[in-house]
């Protein structure tokens, strides 16, 4: 195997590829990006037995050939090459040349025989969606994080869903760690096949897909199997499915019962990372009190103090008090793309749905605190 | 100055208190099982060469008229509070060691009770009066020299190391009596030709840190008057656990189950008792081939009632593929919370505790067994003479 590529494109992909190869597994080899040439092809795979990456480059082919190295060292070095072209040699047993006449690297290279295999993707019912879009989704999604201890499916995972209500259909995806929860919809262009388990992605796979996908153009993105398929021009990204329930999420953010309360979204985030400088870890809880046409926001730290700010709202409902984390308001205010927001409230101990004015994409759900 | 005070024999004689017929004549505190070991002896059956953690057949085969009295942990340990309530009033800097032992730092109580020999003295008399036990308190300012001083006039004395005689005591100071130096140490030590503290001075270090690693460097510092360890009042509670050896090894899992069920009522009162919730569900079980293991399981919301715990113990022990015969099970608690502060509830919940309702029966249960004693209600699954009560 014998080839020179583009130095900036390799080291961009190489770059993609780090989160998946940096992810311990069972496989020493996860570690290592299989890179097969082929006629004037480079087809470079990353895979962590969960999470596939597969690309093909164009390249300067001298032979054709295949070697599995280690992912973060060929990076590193290809960052860090002179020249905007690399060569890439292999000589003999394994080992790999790097580089020419005054600048050689040379390096030991796995058996590719064990690097695990990509799964097929054939006959799949691709359906057509922007970029920026599955991105957005992707990144809400991937906002509600997990414990290393979690054992929860529906936590480890974001649930992929097809709506069909009378405004048409879309996709919807929803992200929850049981104290929170987001669902965003984006629509597409296709027919979209869904199978009849729960699809429910991994978060893990989710955050490599979110460096995957590009602010512009469309991708293609379909189910295979217990595969989540996203695909771009020459690139694809696979991620396993995960296999379990998912609770009842639509009683979570319906909102028939809740009374509205409408804000201007900056204003609030201003409010929210006010208040939450008074927390800490042992607490937390910023008490929200609503009252004809005023809401009252306090915070008490024992260890620290307290502050408390007091907001003119439309609220004509009973008056109330519940306690909520304000770090989960930031970041739901932070995800919301109108510049007016709407809370819905529903007395204590219940969830503050969190939805922008003229933006029904997102939809953000926030659980109480008892106190 | 620092004074570590040891109660005299403490469960025999809280014994001998209570049945006058059991003064004077060698007795033991402990199970009758056969597998049963010696928890305290009297000193009329230390004369036999009784002593704790003997097996009890043993015990009997050096004293046949010895007497067995069954334990009672629930008087023992009332009894106990009874005591450390009294350390409470001379200094506020009391550290329970375990039940029948603490260290107390008097320091600065000199004033209002006098020298530290004088406070011995009140202690003792206070706890004689209050209690009709005895005790022996030792006192230096080192810390490891008090628990020392405390064993040199036992039982009933008063032991007070001045910071004059520290030297002297140090140099002549047996290194068996030290805190640590087991059986395996005492080889090497006499291999070394140490006998006393003071000989440990004449070690170089590295040849200490070689021999006995970072407790070398320990006793090198107890030998030059060194030890910076303080007492410590009683912080807060990290963790709550009760275990019991079973009678018999087994695999029977209804059994498994009921022992469960009882520690998980006993872990739960004292956390209820201490008005905290818990966080972290532990086991523990050690087997036939006296290998042991723990498991735990972190949970969302914590939980004080014994049904949360004793459900979260059982999934933890079927969870863990059994294989061979239990010998020793145990439940624990840790990672407390303050029920009043807030906690995130769960969206896909009712808005409730799902425990609350036990609980409130578990705190009514509390209630009777505090004033009618800890057997008076109980899970009716309970009701065999198996209980680790």
């Known amino acids: 195997m014998k080839f020179s590529a583009d130095r900036k494109s390799l080291s961009e992909v190489l770059a993609q590829v780090q989160g998946i190869c940096g992810r311990k597994t069972n496989l020493a080899i996860t570690s290592d990006v299989l890179i097969k040439v082929a006629g004037s092809e480079v087809i470079i795979m990353a895979n962590d037995l969960e999470t596939v990456f597969q690309g093909q480059y164009e390249a300067e082919v001298e032979s054709d050939g295949i070697i599995s190295i280690n992912a973060k060292k060929l990076y590193e070095i290809i960052r860090e090459y002179p020249d905007s072209l690399v060569p890439l040699n292999e000589i003999e047993n394994r080992w790999v040349e790097i580089g020419k006449d005054n600048i050689q690297y040379h390096i030991v290279s796995s058996d590719y025989d064990n690097f695990p295999e990509t799964p097929l993707i054939e006959d799949i019912p691709f359906v057509e969606i922007e970029s920026a879009a599955l991105k957005k989704m992707v990144e809400v999604s991937s906002m509600i994080g997990f414990s290393s201890d979690e054992k929860r499916i529906y936590v480890l995972g974001a649930l992929l869903e097809k709506v069909v209500d009378d405004k048409g259909e879309c996709l919807r995806m929803v992200s929850t760690d049981s104290r929170r929860l987001n669902c965003f919809d984006a629509t597409y262009e296709g027919e979209f096949i869904v199978p009849d388990e729960n699809i429910i992605i991994p978060k893990k796979g989710l955050s490599e897909l979110g460096k995957f996908l590009d602010r512009e153009g469309t991708v293609k993105i379909g189910i295979k199997e217990d595969h989540f398929i996203v695909q771009k021009r020459n690139e694809t990204m696979m991620i396993k499915l995960l296999e379990g329930d998912y609770p009842d999420y639509r009683r979570v953010i319906n909102t028939e019962q809740m009374t509205p309360v409408e804000m201007d979204r900056t204003m609030l985030l201003m409010v929210m990372k006010r208040i939450s400088i008074l927390s800490s870890d042992d607490y937390k809880s910023v008490m929200f009190n609503f009252k004809e046409n005023q809401l009252v926001v306090t915070i008490t730290n024992p260890e620290i103090g307290e502050s408390k700010e007091e907001i003119n709202i439309g609220y004509g409902g009973e008056a109330f008090e519940s306690a909520f984390n304000p770090r989960y308001f930031i970041d739901a205010l932070n995800a919301v793309d109108s510049s007016t927001v709407v809370l819905n409230v529903k007395g204590a101990k219940n969830p503050c749905i969190i939805k922008g004015l003229d933006d029904e994409k997102l939809v953000c759900a926030i659980m109480a605190m008892s106190v | ?389």
């Open chain 2, 1 to 389: 100055m620092i004074l570590h005070i040891d109660m005299d024999a403490f469960f025999a004689s809280i014994e001998q208190r209570d049945d006058p017929r059991l003064i004077g004549k060698p007795i033991v505190v402990g199970g009758h099982s056969k597998r049963s070991v010696v928890s305290t002896a009297s000193y009329e059956a230390r004369r036999f060469g009784i002593h704790s953690a003997m097996p009890m057949f043993m015990a009997l085969e050096k004293c046949p008229h010895l007497i067995v009295v069954q334990s009672d942990k629930t008087k023992y340990a009332a009894e106990s509070n009874r005591i450390m309530a009294i350390f409470n009033d001379f200094t506020p800097v009391v550290e329970p060691v375990s039940i029948d032992e603490a260290y107390l730092d008097v320091t600065g109580c000199e004033r209002i009770f006098g020298p530290p020999h004088n406070i011995a003295m009140i202690i003792k008399e206070r706890v004689k009066k209050e209690t009709g036990l005895t005790c022996s308190i030792g006192g230096a300012h080192l810390r490891f020299l008090a628990k020392i001083a405390s064993d040199v006039n036992k039982p009933d004395g008063i032991f007070i190391i001045e910071q004059d005689q520290i030297p002297e005591f140090i140099e002549t100071l047996e290194v068996r009596k030290i805190p640590g130096v087991g059986k395996r140490a005492m080889e090497q030590m006499e291999k070394l030709g140490i006998h006393t503290l003071g000989d440990v001075n004449r070690l170089s270090p590295a040849i200490l840190k070689h021999k006995f690693g970072k407790f070398g460097t320990q006793l090198r510092n107890y030998a030059r008057g060194i030890d910076p360890s303080t007492v410590g009042a009683d912080g807060p509670r990290k963790s709550i656990s009760s275990e019991s050896t079973l009678e018999n090894d087994t695999s029977d899992m209804e059994f498994i189950k009921k022992q469960l069920l009882a520690h998980a009522q006993r872990v739960g009162r004292d956390l209820r008792r201490q008005e905290l919730l818990a966080a972290n569900v532990t086991i523990k079980l050690k087997f036939s081939d006296f290998t042991q293991i723990t498991r735990q399981n972190k949970l969302t919301a914590p939980i004080c009632s014994s049904s949360a715990i004793y459900r979260e113990a059982v999934r933890l022990v079927e969870k863990f593929a059994i294989t061979k015969k239990i010998r020793l099970l145990g439940v624990g608690v840790s990672s407390f919370s303050d029920p009043g502060t807030p906690v995130q509830l769960d969206i896909f919940e009712s808005t409730e505790r799902k425990e609350e309702k036990w609980e409130t029966v578990d705190k009514a249960v509390d209630k009777i067994s505090r004033r009618f004693g800890n057997n008076i209600i109980k899970k009716a699954t309970l009701n065999n003479p198996d209980k680790p009560e």
